[in-house]
């Protein structure tokens, strides 16, 4: 297994893995990975895929945002998405390509890297926890549309 930077020929696998993971947001997803070849995204700053075969099986992508709960730092590396396909879990896959999201941190100067998850996704929640996350905090967030 390997990990390394996205690149165009990974294009499709992309697409799809990121389609499994947000599957009702499929029609962002060929914008989002434009934006990111194209230099333009602001929601993704650096993706690694891990490889077996040259054949894409998993990915992060990394960004630093202006916040990040439970850290008082002003900018943050943070883990925008996180996937791995079912057949390569538990082979290590997800904490390589979290290693390397931490080393890219470090490379850029941070000393913390933030991430989260669904509230109830136990899965993901354990294995932050065994590669040395700290939870911060739980909350449920609101947005409301105003009319004027």
């Known amino acids: 297994m390997l990990i390394r930077e996205i690149k ?3 294009l499709d696998r992309w697409s799809k893995m990121r389609s499994a993971l947000w599957p009702n947001t499929e029609d962002a997803h060929v914008t989002e990975i434009k934006d990111y ?3 333009r995204s ?24 202006e916040f990040a709960e439970g850290s008082r730092r002003p900018r943050v590396p943070y883990v925008e998405a996180w996937y ?15 290693r390397k ?27 932050h926890a065994r590669l040395g996350f700290e939870e ?8 409301k549309k105003l009319r004027s």
């Not at 602001?42 to 945002?65: H, K, M, P, S, W």
């Not at 791995?84 to 979290?98: D, Q």
């Not at 999201?101 to 354990?126: M, P």
């Open 101 to 127: 999201a931490e080393s890219w941190a470090l490379g850029q100067g941070y000393s913390e890297l933030a991430s989260d998850t669904e509230i109830d996704n136990r899965q993901s929640i354990a294995i």
């Open 136 to 143: 911060t905090e739980r909350i449920v967030c609101f947005l």
């Open 8 to 10: 165009h020929s990974d």
């Open 37 to 39: 070849f194209e230099g």
């Open 42 to 65: 602001i929601d993704i700053d650096q993706v690694y895929v891990a490889t077996v075969n040259d054949n894409a099986v998993g990915f992060i992508e990394l960004n630093i945002r």
């Open 84 to 98: 791995v396909e079912p057949e390569y879990r538990g082979m290590n896959c997800g904490r390589l390509l979290m």
